[in-house]
């Protein structure tokens, strides 16, 4: 498949730890964030939302944390999995359809 | 349920020429978005359509243009391509205000 992201940040994480990506959004107007999956040769996986009037969002092994006064988002993944190996983006929303997605972390999961 | 589909997955085109691209959204979605991704960079927002009307417009040149049909299939039509056109592109469907789901992607590469 191809290779998404070859000169992006990277995190690298031993299988079963947990893993923390960081994003810094850019629009204080900003009121719904998403985090995206993209694997290689494959369109963005939704993966967890929050709107701004939440500070804290959790899913099945997924955490969205959001501090709104510094413009940080962050998503952790509890005892992660080979599968996890992708590239995660962070996408803001300011009141209408348009995603403005951020430059992606490569999370690579060390067996 | 099927998810978002896009045809072709693969096009090779050369410079000059025009390509129109398809998606289909999940059943029950009207709002289609298209983006162009570049390698290496985070998705960018080309077009939203919402039933047949186009509600938003990314930063691209009169060259790229799209519709949205009465079954909320979309097209995506580019014109006069550049060799900086080659990129993977994505159409998202959603309902009017809720998460962007994504397809596959076609990926053009202009020679």
């Avoid at chain 1, 985090?35 to 996986?45: C, L, N």
């Avoid at chain 2, 999940?26 to 978005?33: A, E, F, L, Q, T």
């Avoid at chain 2, 060259?63 to 998202?92: I, K, M, T």
Wanted: charged share 15%; proline share 5%.
């Amino acid at each position: 498949g191809e290779n998404v992201g070859l000169h992006l940040p990277t995190l690298s994480v031993q299988e079963g730890d947990n893993s923390i990506i960081n994003c810094a959004y850019s629009n204080s107007a900003s009121d719904y964030f998403i985090w995206y999956k993209q694997e290689s040769g494959k369109g963005p996986q939704f993966i967890i939302d929050i709107r701004s009037n939440m500070d804290k969002r959790q899913g099945q092994r997924v955490t969205v944390l959001l501090n709104k006064t510094v413009k940080h988002l962050s998503l952790q993944i509890a005892a992660t999995q080979p599968g996890d190996s992708a590239v995660y983006f962070c996408a803001e929303n300011f009141g209408n359809e348009k995603l403005t997605f951020g430059t992606g972390t490569r999370l690579t999961i060390i067996p | 349920d099927a998810g978002v589909t896009q045809s072709p997955t693969h096009l090779i085109k050369t410079r000059g020429q025009h390509v129109t691209l398809r998606c289909s959204p999940i059943s029950g979605h009207k709002s289609v978005s298209w983006y162009q991704q570049v390698l290496g960079q985070g998705p960018q927002f080309i077009f939203q359509y919402y039933e047949k009307e186009e509600r938003g417009r990314g930063n691209f040149p009169d060259r790229f243009s799209a519709r949205q049909f009465p079954n909320y299939s979309s097209e995506l039509n580019v014109n006069a391509l550049l060799l900086g056109d080659s990129a993977l592109y994505l159409c998202a469907s959603s309902t009017h205000t809720d998460t962007q789901y994504f397809g596959p992607g076609t990926r053009l590469t202009v020679l």
